[in-house]
């Protein structure tokens, strides 16, 4: 049985309808795309399985314990002006399964270490994180997830501002913890990066939701010479893939 549920959900924003009839599982151990234009509700959508927005009707039942449910917002979303280096935030990802005031153990370290190593930011352990680039900061954001051993990862836009090669990495990364049975959700606007990366898609459009395969997506909206890959500019309104 699937980890994370959606019954027959309504959403809504400021007292506006803006999803309703959401029904479907995520697939566990697998990267769902989470696709729509602009205003279609992905991001209510993902505070919603977050717990941060309550629906109007129906009912999300997530078996993921709070403590390993991990959000990476959009990184224009995020304050990193406060003093904390590469390596402090990593180590925050053990604050919801230990306490942020209970301090940190030499295997705690070590972990952080193999987990900088992986993401190609050792260097960087020390930099504080307003000295970053868009890329490594999402390399550090995804550090704290690994430490955090999440079983749940949303990841809002997680490509946009990074460089080629930061792209490649955070994809073998999601990969692989998707491989070790981590339920992944990533709300994407590039076709290129829904065929390379996700096995499943949930299209919002038209306060609906349809589930799909990255490749009717591709089929619908991309061309067959690819050179369209995005999709911020489709009227997804009352589409069916
Ligand atoms: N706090 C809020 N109060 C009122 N309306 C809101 C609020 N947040 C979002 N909305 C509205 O809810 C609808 C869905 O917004 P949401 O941010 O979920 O869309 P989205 O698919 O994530 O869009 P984008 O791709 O632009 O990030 C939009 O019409 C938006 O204007």
């Not at 993902?46 to 917002?73: D, F, K, Y």
């Not at 990066?193 to 490749?215: D, E, K, M, Y």
Request: charged share 20%.
């Amino acid at each position: 049985m699937a980890r994370l549920k959606l019954e027959d959900v309504q959403l809504a924003q400021g007292g506006r309808r803006v999803l309703e009839h959401l029904t479907g599982s995520f697939p566990d151990g697998a990267i769902t795309a989470l696709i729509g234009a602009n205003g279609a509700g992905k991001s209510t959508l993902i505070q919603a399985i977050m717990g941060l927005l309550p629906p109007v009707a129906g009912r999300i039942t997530c078996s993921v314990p709070r403590e390993r449910r991990a959000w990476l917002p959009q990184q224009l979303a995020l304050d990193l002006s406060f003093p904390m280096s590469v390596e402090e935030l990593v180590m925050t990802g053990t604050w919801p399964s230990h306490g942020a005031l209970a301090g940190y153990c030499a295997p705690h370290y070590r972990k952080a270490r193999q987990i900088m190593m992986r993401l190609g930011i050792s260097h960087l352990a020390h930099r504080p994180l307003g000295e970053l680039s868009g890329g490594q900061r999402q390399r550090a954001l995804l550090g704290r997830t690994l430490m955090q051993e999440a079983e749940l990862l949303l990841l809002d836009e997680p490509f946009a501002n990074v460089d080629s090669e930061t792209v490649e990495v955070l994809t073998d990364v999601l990969r692989d913890m998707a491989d070790q049975g981590t339920t992944i959700i990533v709300v994407l606007h590039d076709l290129e990066q829904l065929g390379r990366l996700a096995g499943c898609v949930l299209l919002l459009a038209g306060g609906r939701g349809h589930w799909s395969t990255p490749q009717a997506i591709l089929e619908r909206y991309g061309k067959p010479q690819g050179v369209q890959t995005s999709l911020p500019p489709l009227d997804l309104r009352g589409a069916t893939p």
